[in-house]
Protein backbone atom coordinates (compact mmCIF):
# COMPACT_ATOMS: atom_id res chain seq x y z
CA UNK A 1 0.00 0.00 0.00
CA UNK A 2 2.93 2.36 1.40
CA UNK A 3 4.76 1.62 -2.39
CA UNK A 4 1.53 2.35 -4.68
CA UNK A 5 1.13 5.57 -2.36
CA UNK A 6 4.99 6.23 -3.24
CA UNK A 7 4.58 5.53 -6.84
CA UNK A 8 1.66 7.54 -6.85
CA UNK A 9 3.18 10.38 -5.27
CA UNK A 10 6.15 10.42 -7.79
CA UNK A 11 4.12 10.36 -10.37
CA UNK A 12 2.36 13.29 -9.47
CA UNK A 13 5.14 15.16 -9.28
CA UNK A 14 6.20 13.79 -12.68
CA UNK A 15 3.44 15.12 -14.12
CA UNK A 16 3.39 18.63 -12.42
CA UNK A 17 7.13 18.84 -13.78
CA UNK A 18 5.87 18.01 -17.13
CA UNK A 19 2.94 20.57 -16.89
CA UNK A 20 5.17 23.39 -15.83
CA UNK A 21 8.13 22.82 -18.09
CA UNK A 22 5.27 22.74 -21.05
CA UNK A 23 4.19 26.04 -20.00
CA UNK A 24 7.52 27.78 -20.01
CA UNK A 25 7.91 26.19 -23.51
CA UNK A 26 4.72 27.91 -24.29
CA UNK A 27 5.90 31.26 -23.21
CA UNK A 28 8.97 30.79 -24.67
CA UNK A 29 7.53 30.26 -27.88
CA UNK A 30 5.35 32.92 -27.29
CA UNK A 31 8.24 35.50 -26.72
CA UNK A 32 9.17 36.97 -30.03
CA UNK A 33 13.20 36.99 -30.42
CA UNK A 34 15.23 39.89 -30.50
CA UNK A 35 16.38 41.00 -33.62
CA UNK A 36 16.81 43.89 -36.99
CA UNK A 37 14.13 45.74 -37.63
CA UNK A 38 12.11 45.32 -40.44
CA UNK A 39 12.37 47.62 -43.33
CA UNK A 40 9.91 50.38 -43.82
CA UNK A 41 8.20 51.65 -47.53
CA UNK A 42 8.71 55.20 -47.60
CA UNK A 43 7.24 58.08 -50.29
CA UNK A 44 10.52 60.48 -50.05
CA UNK A 45 7.99 63.46 -51.33
CA UNK A 46 5.93 63.40 -47.97
CA UNK A 47 8.64 62.13 -45.99
CA UNK A 48 10.32 65.41 -47.49
CA UNK A 49 6.90 67.38 -46.26
CA UNK A 50 6.66 66.17 -43.62
CA UNK A 51 10.25 66.62 -42.25
CA UNK A 52 10.00 70.37 -42.83
CA UNK A 53 6.22 70.24 -40.88
CA UNK A 54 8.02 68.80 -37.87
CA UNK A 55 10.42 71.50 -37.08
CA UNK A 56 8.05 74.65 -38.18
CA UNK A 57 6.70 76.90 -35.13
CA UNK A 58 3.96 77.28 -37.16
CA UNK A 59 2.02 74.00 -36.15
CA UNK A 60 1.79 75.46 -32.66
CA UNK A 61 -0.85 77.63 -31.18
CA UNK A 62 0.97 80.70 -30.83
CA UNK A 63 4.05 79.86 -32.89
CA UNK A 64 6.72 79.28 -30.21
CA UNK A 65 7.22 75.81 -30.65
CA UNK A 66 7.74 72.60 -32.82
CA UNK A 67 7.42 68.75 -32.51
CA UNK A 68 11.30 69.24 -32.10
CA UNK A 69 11.16 71.54 -29.36
CA UNK A 70 10.59 68.39 -27.30
CA UNK A 71 11.99 65.38 -29.18
CA UNK A 72 15.37 66.62 -30.33
CA UNK A 73 17.22 64.99 -32.97
CA UNK A 74 20.48 65.78 -29.97
CA UNK A 75 18.96 63.39 -28.03
CA UNK A 76 17.67 60.81 -30.43
CA UNK A 77 14.16 62.71 -31.08
CA UNK A 78 13.56 62.80 -27.23
CA UNK A 79 14.68 64.99 -24.83
CA UNK A 80 17.27 65.51 -21.97
CA UNK A 81 15.24 66.30 -19.46
CA UNK A 82 13.52 64.23 -16.85
CA UNK A 83 10.15 66.07 -17.75
CA UNK A 84 9.07 68.21 -20.96
CA UNK A 85 8.64 71.48 -21.21
CA UNK A 86 5.19 71.31 -22.95
CA UNK A 87 3.37 74.40 -24.46
CA UNK A 88 5.02 78.41 -23.08
CA UNK A 89 2.98 78.95 -19.75
CA UNK A 90 2.54 75.33 -19.34
CA UNK A 91 4.47 72.50 -18.30
CA UNK A 92 4.42 68.55 -19.09
CA UNK A 93 4.05 65.76 -16.68
CA UNK A 94 6.18 63.30 -17.88
CA UNK A 95 9.27 62.62 -19.99
CA UNK A 96 8.90 62.83 -24.11
CA UNK A 97 10.24 59.41 -25.44
CA UNK A 98 12.35 58.88 -28.79
CA UNK A 99 10.52 59.07 -31.94
CA UNK A 100 13.34 56.32 -33.21
CA UNK A 101 11.19 53.84 -34.52
CA UNK A 102 7.60 54.65 -33.34
CA UNK A 103 6.66 53.71 -36.95
CA UNK A 104 7.01 50.15 -35.96
CA UNK A 105 4.94 50.74 -32.81
CA UNK A 106 1.50 49.06 -32.46
CA UNK A 107 1.02 51.58 -29.17
CA UNK A 108 1.62 54.69 -28.20
CA UNK A 109 2.46 56.94 -25.28
CA UNK A 110 3.52 56.16 -21.96
CA UNK A 111 0.06 55.03 -21.16
CA UNK A 112 -0.66 53.26 -24.61
CA UNK A 113 -3.99 54.96 -24.28
CA UNK A 114 -3.60 55.25 -28.21
CA UNK A 115 -3.32 51.95 -29.94
CA UNK A 116 -4.85 53.14 -33.65
CA UNK A 117 -2.33 54.82 -35.88
CA UNK A 118 0.53 57.37 -36.06
CA UNK A 119 -2.10 59.77 -37.79
CA UNK A 120 -3.75 60.00 -34.16
CA UNK A 121 -0.77 60.43 -32.37
CA UNK A 122 0.06 63.47 -34.92
CA UNK A 123 -3.37 64.83 -34.12
CA UNK A 124 -3.54 64.34 -30.16
CA UNK A 125 0.20 66.17 -30.06
CA UNK A 126 -0.59 69.25 -32.36
CA UNK A 127 -4.17 69.52 -30.85
CA UNK A 128 -3.54 69.14 -26.65
CA UNK A 129 -3.59 72.51 -24.68
CA UNK A 130 -0.37 71.86 -23.24
CA UNK A 131 1.41 70.40 -25.84
CA UNK A 132 1.45 72.49 -28.71
CA UNK A 133 -2.41 73.89 -28.36
CA UNK A 134 -3.25 74.26 -31.75
CA UNK A 135 -6.35 75.16 -33.46
CA UNK A 136 -5.76 72.88 -37.13
CA UNK A 137 -8.06 74.46 -38.96
CA UNK A 138 -5.68 77.80 -38.20
CA UNK A 139 -2.49 75.74 -38.96
CA UNK A 140 -4.02 74.51 -42.21
CA UNK A 141 -4.78 78.38 -43.25
CA UNK A 142 -0.62 79.29 -41.89
CA UNK A 143 0.02 76.74 -44.08
CA UNK A 144 -1.62 78.01 -47.48
CA UNK A 145 0.07 81.25 -46.87
CA UNK A 146 3.31 79.70 -47.72
CA UNK A 147 4.02 79.34 -51.25
CA UNK A 148 7.18 76.47 -50.00
CA UNK A 149 4.19 74.59 -48.37
CA UNK A 150 1.80 74.83 -51.68
CA UNK A 151 4.66 73.59 -53.48
CA UNK A 152 5.66 70.42 -51.55
CA UNK A 153 1.78 69.75 -50.93
CA UNK A 154 1.52 69.41 -54.62
CA UNK A 155 4.85 67.48 -55.36
CA UNK A 156 2.97 64.83 -52.63
CA UNK A 157 0.55 64.36 -54.23
CA UNK A 158 -1.63 65.96 -51.43
CA UNK A 159 -3.49 68.85 -53.70
CA UNK A 160 -3.43 72.23 -51.17
CA UNK A 161 -2.54 72.14 -47.38
CA UNK A 162 -5.28 70.00 -45.34
CA UNK A 163 -5.32 69.14 -41.92
CA UNK A 164 -5.78 65.82 -42.80
CA UNK A 165 -2.64 65.98 -45.09
CA UNK A 166 -0.37 67.38 -42.08
CA UNK A 167 -1.21 64.17 -40.16
CA UNK A 168 -0.45 61.56 -43.01
CA UNK A 169 3.38 63.38 -43.69
CA UNK A 170 4.58 64.11 -40.36
CA UNK A 171 4.17 60.11 -39.77
CA UNK A 172 5.52 59.59 -43.60
CA UNK A 173 8.68 61.64 -42.09
CA UNK A 174 8.95 59.29 -38.80
CA UNK A 175 9.16 56.45 -41.07
CA UNK A 176 12.85 57.88 -41.95
CA UNK A 177 13.57 57.60 -37.98
CA UNK A 178 14.49 53.92 -37.84
CA UNK A 179 17.62 52.78 -36.15
CA UNK A 180 20.61 52.58 -38.41
CA UNK A 181 24.05 51.42 -37.51
CA UNK A 182 23.79 49.50 -33.79
CA UNK A 183 26.42 46.61 -33.40
CA UNK A 184 23.91 44.62 -32.23
CA UNK A 185 22.26 44.87 -35.85
CA UNK A 186 25.76 45.08 -37.61
CA UNK A 187 27.34 42.03 -35.63
CA UNK A 188 30.17 44.23 -34.53
CA UNK A 189 29.55 43.75 -30.51
CA UNK A 190 32.21 43.88 -28.05
CA UNK A 191 33.18 40.58 -26.26
CA UNK A 192 32.10 42.34 -23.09
CA UNK A 193 28.61 43.50 -24.57
CA UNK A 194 28.06 39.57 -26.28
CA UNK A 195 28.28 38.50 -22.52
CA UNK A 196 26.12 41.28 -21.30
CA UNK A 197 23.57 39.96 -24.40
CA UNK A 198 24.07 36.35 -22.73
CA UNK A 199 22.75 37.92 -19.40
CA UNK A 200 19.77 40.05 -21.05
CA UNK A 201 18.30 36.81 -22.27
CA UNK A 202 19.51 34.38 -19.56
CA UNK A 203 20.01 35.29 -15.86
CA UNK A 204 18.70 38.70 -15.52
CA UNK A 205 15.56 37.82 -17.92
CA UNK A 206 15.19 41.32 -19.39
CA UNK A 207 13.66 39.20 -22.66
CA UNK A 208 10.34 38.79 -20.22
CA UNK A 209 9.30 42.16 -21.29
CA UNK A 210 11.62 43.73 -23.52
CA UNK A 211 11.61 41.03 -26.50
CA UNK A 212 10.89 41.70 -30.07
CA UNK A 213 12.76 44.38 -32.31
CA UNK A 214 11.85 47.22 -30.80
CA UNK A 215 12.69 45.28 -27.64
CA UNK A 216 9.89 45.77 -25.92
CA UNK A 217 6.41 43.73 -25.41
CA UNK A 218 4.46 46.41 -26.19
CA UNK A 219 2.67 45.67 -22.70
CA UNK A 220 2.38 47.71 -19.69
CA UNK A 221 4.08 46.45 -15.91
CA UNK A 222 4.17 48.29 -13.08
CA UNK A 223 8.21 48.41 -11.87
CA UNK A 224 7.89 50.05 -9.12
CA UNK A 225 9.80 53.69 -10.54
CA UNK A 226 9.67 56.33 -7.61
CA UNK A 227 7.25 59.14 -8.67
CA UNK A 228 8.89 62.29 -9.96
CA UNK A 229 6.84 64.70 -7.43
CA UNK A 230 8.31 67.77 -9.28
CA UNK A 231 4.94 66.77 -11.35
CA UNK A 232 3.03 68.27 -7.89
CA UNK A 233 5.30 70.65 -6.69
CA UNK A 234 5.35 72.81 -9.73
CA UNK A 235 2.05 74.42 -10.37
CA UNK A 236 1.88 74.91 -14.37
CA UNK A 237 3.29 70.92 -14.85
CA UNK A 238 0.31 70.35 -11.79
CA UNK A 239 -2.05 72.02 -13.71
CA UNK A 240 -1.34 70.14 -17.06
CA UNK A 241 -1.30 66.98 -14.70
CA UNK A 242 -4.83 67.70 -13.09
CA UNK A 243 -6.45 68.90 -16.21
CA UNK A 244 -5.48 65.41 -18.21
CA UNK A 245 -6.56 62.97 -15.54
CA UNK A 246 -10.16 64.84 -15.76
CA UNK A 247 -10.29 64.64 -19.56
CA UNK A 248 -9.52 61.08 -18.76
CA UNK A 249 -11.86 60.46 -16.70
CA UNK A 250 -9.77 59.08 -14.16
CA UNK A 251 -11.40 59.46 -10.61
CA UNK A 252 -10.20 61.54 -7.75
CA UNK A 253 -8.28 63.72 -9.95
CA UNK A 254 -7.72 66.61 -7.96
CA UNK A 255 -6.25 64.53 -5.19
CA UNK A 256 -4.20 62.05 -7.22
CA UNK A 257 -0.33 61.98 -5.94
CA UNK A 258 0.76 59.40 -8.69
CA UNK A 259 0.45 59.16 -12.01
CA UNK A 260 -1.85 56.38 -12.72
CA UNK A 261 -0.40 55.19 -16.10
CA UNK A 262 -2.37 52.68 -17.93
CA UNK A 263 -5.59 52.99 -15.04
CA UNK A 264 -6.56 55.84 -17.83
CA UNK A 265 -7.50 52.53 -19.93
CA UNK A 266 -8.46 49.89 -17.94
CA UNK A 267 -10.28 51.73 -14.52
CA UNK A 268 -10.08 49.35 -11.93
CA UNK A 269 -11.79 49.85 -9.10
CA UNK A 270 -9.15 48.28 -6.17
CA UNK A 271 -6.40 50.40 -8.49
CA UNK A 272 -4.21 47.03 -8.93
CA UNK A 273 -3.82 48.83 -12.73
CA UNK A 274 -2.15 52.04 -11.07
CA UNK A 275 1.27 52.99 -11.84
CA UNK A 276 1.94 50.86 -14.75
CA UNK A 277 3.43 51.91 -17.90
CA UNK A 278 4.36 50.76 -21.63
CA UNK A 279 7.53 49.28 -21.85
CA UNK A 280 9.93 51.58 -23.50
CA UNK A 281 12.10 50.48 -26.29
CA UNK A 282 15.45 49.90 -25.54
CA UNK A 283 17.24 51.53 -28.50
CA UNK A 284 18.90 54.29 -28.94
CA UNK A 285 19.47 54.62 -24.97
CA UNK A 286 22.86 55.75 -25.65
CA UNK A 287 21.16 59.51 -26.56
CA UNK A 288 17.74 59.67 -24.73
CA UNK A 289 18.55 59.98 -20.95
CA UNK A 290 17.38 60.54 -18.08
CA UNK A 291 14.87 57.18 -18.39
CA UNK A 292 11.67 56.29 -17.55
CA UNK A 293 8.01 57.44 -17.93
CA UNK A 294 9.20 60.59 -15.52
CA UNK A 295 13.05 60.65 -15.76
CA UNK A 296 13.56 59.61 -13.08
CA UNK A 297 16.95 57.24 -13.61
CA UNK A 298 20.03 59.20 -14.95
CA UNK A 299 22.16 56.91 -16.24
CA UNK A 300 21.71 52.99 -17.83
CA UNK A 301 23.52 52.35 -14.75
CA UNK A 302 21.05 53.42 -12.46
CA UNK A 303 18.62 51.28 -14.56
CA UNK A 304 20.66 48.43 -14.23
CA UNK A 305 20.82 48.82 -10.64
CA UNK A 306 16.99 49.87 -10.11
CA UNK A 307 16.27 46.43 -11.94
CA UNK A 308 19.57 44.22 -10.23
CA UNK A 309 17.16 45.12 -6.86
CA UNK A 310 14.45 44.13 -8.20
CA UNK A 311 12.49 47.15 -9.31
CA UNK A 312 11.26 49.21 -6.56
CA UNK A 313 8.89 49.36 -4.18
CA UNK A 314 5.16 49.27 -5.10
CA UNK A 315 2.25 47.15 -3.67
CA UNK A 316 1.04 46.96 -7.60
CA UNK A 317 4.51 45.76 -8.47
CA UNK A 318 4.46 43.18 -11.30
CA UNK A 319 5.55 39.39 -10.37
CA UNK A 320 8.01 39.34 -13.13
CA UNK A 321 10.31 41.57 -11.11
CA UNK A 322 12.99 39.98 -8.18
CA UNK A 323 16.80 40.82 -7.72
CA UNK A 324 18.81 39.71 -10.71
CA UNK A 325 21.82 39.01 -8.16
CA UNK A 326 24.27 40.64 -10.85
CA UNK A 327 27.61 40.98 -9.52
CA UNK A 328 29.71 44.38 -10.61
CA UNK A 329 31.15 43.05 -13.64
CA UNK A 330 27.69 41.49 -14.70
CA UNK A 331 26.58 45.16 -14.62
CA UNK A 332 28.68 46.65 -16.61
CA UNK A 333 28.40 43.91 -19.43
CA UNK A 334 24.64 44.14 -19.59
CA UNK A 335 24.96 48.00 -19.94
CA UNK A 336 27.50 47.47 -22.68
CA UNK A 337 24.86 45.66 -24.34
CA UNK A 338 22.22 47.54 -24.21
CA UNK A 339 24.56 50.84 -25.43
CA UNK A 340 25.81 47.99 -28.58
CA UNK A 341 21.54 48.58 -28.95
CA UNK A 342 22.02 52.58 -29.95
CA UNK A 343 23.35 53.37 -33.59
CA UNK A 344 23.98 56.55 -35.91
CA UNK A 345 22.89 59.76 -34.15
CA UNK A 346 20.77 60.70 -36.23
CA UNK A 347 20.50 64.03 -37.92
CA UNK A 348 18.70 66.55 -39.83
CA UNK A 349 21.24 66.08 -42.39
CA UNK A 350 22.21 62.63 -42.92
CA UNK A 351 19.43 60.48 -41.86
CA UNK A 352 16.62 61.46 -44.32
CA UNK A 353 17.48 60.46 -48.04
CA UNK A 354 19.64 58.32 -49.95
CA UNK A 355 22.69 59.81 -51.66
CA UNK A 356 20.27 59.83 -55.12
CA UNK A 357 17.13 61.68 -53.03
CA UNK A 358 18.78 65.62 -52.25
CA UNK A 359 17.51 67.47 -49.42
CA UNK A 360 15.47 70.12 -51.48
CA UNK A 361 13.80 72.29 -48.20
CA UNK A 362 15.40 72.74 -45.20
CA UNK A 363 13.56 72.56 -42.23
CA UNK A 364 12.38 74.83 -40.84
CA UNK A 365 13.80 76.39 -36.85
CA UNK A 366 12.51 79.17 -36.67
CA UNK A 367 9.91 80.12 -39.68
CA UNK A 368 10.15 84.18 -38.89
CA UNK A 369 13.52 83.57 -41.00
CA UNK A 370 12.30 82.30 -43.84
CA UNK A 371 8.30 83.03 -44.04
CA UNK A 372 9.42 86.06 -46.76
Known amino acids: MRKR ?12 LAVALTANLDVMAETPDIGPLPPLKINQAKAELGKRLFFDTRLSGDSAIS ?3 CHDPKYGFSTNKA ?7 NKHFRNAPTLINTSHKKVWMHDGRIGTNL ?5 GMITEDYIMNMDMRIMQERLKQDAVYLDMFEKAGYGEPSNGKVRKAIPEYLKTLTSRGAPFDTGTMSESAKRGMALFTGKANCTACH ?14 VPENFDIFRDPFRHQAFIAYNMFMGNENYMNLKRDPGTHVQTHKADGSDMGKFMTPTLRELKYTAPYMHNGMLQTLEDVVEFYNNGGGTDSNKDTLLKPLHLIDSEKQELVAFLLALSG ?3 TTEK ?3 TDAYPNEYEPIEDWRNVRN
Not at 5 to 16: D, E
Not at 119 to 123: C, E, K, L, M, Y
Not at 211 to 224: C, I, V
Request: with cysteine; glycine share 10%.
Open 344 to 346: ELL
Open 211 to 224: NGPLFSDGSSHNTG
Open 67 to 69: CAS
Open 5 to 16: IKQHRLLTISMS
Open 351 to 353: HVW
Open 83 to 89: LSDGYPG
Open 119 to 123: NDVTR
